[in-house]
């Protein structure tokens, strides 16, 4: 989820180059909205007094649904782009499914469900560097 922020310092140099203005602001937009969600999840404080991570857990739940929403809401008219934001999306509700369900397995002291939960939060969050990838691609290619 890092990755995000060090690409709007790549977005500077896009923009600098006089690519299309559409394509500038739309990348720009999604970008920012994107690197929001992931420094308000790095500058999330910790609740030290819950072992179990739980609410932790949900906390970061609740940003990645905060992120999936945000992104549905920009306007974008460039197919590729809409692409990688639905991608997005998707994968942040993942994201935010996963550790829902890891947060209850983790209460419930369910091995089982807690395993289930931990190999889908791994499966989606692997979902990112491709959609990353594309959208640096993409946003980059004068």
Do not use: W
């Not at 983790?106 to 931990?118: F, G, L, V, Y």
């Amino acid at each position: 989820m890092r990755r995000l922020l060090i690409f709007a310092a790549g977005m500077m140099a896009v923009t600098a180059m006089g690519c299309g203005q559409k394509k500038i602001t739309e990348c720009n937009a999604l970008v920012n909205v994107i690197n929001g969600g992931v420094a308000a999840l790095e500058k999330a404080p910790s609740n030290e007094g819950d072992p179990s991570r739980v609410s932790d857990l949900r906390a970061m739940a609740d940003t990645m649904d905060k992120i999936a929403g945000d992104t549905a809401k920009i306007e974008l008219t460039l197919p590729e782009l809409k692409k990688v934001s639905i991608d997005y999306q998707k994968m942040a509700k993942d994201v935010a499914k996963a550790e829902r369900d890891l947060a209850k397995a983790a209460e419930d002291k369910d091995t089982a469900k807690r395993a289930a939960a931990e190999a889908a939060l791994d499966a989606a969050v692997k979902q990112e560097d491709p959609i990353v990838d594309g959208l640096n691609k993409f946003c980059q290619k004068p």
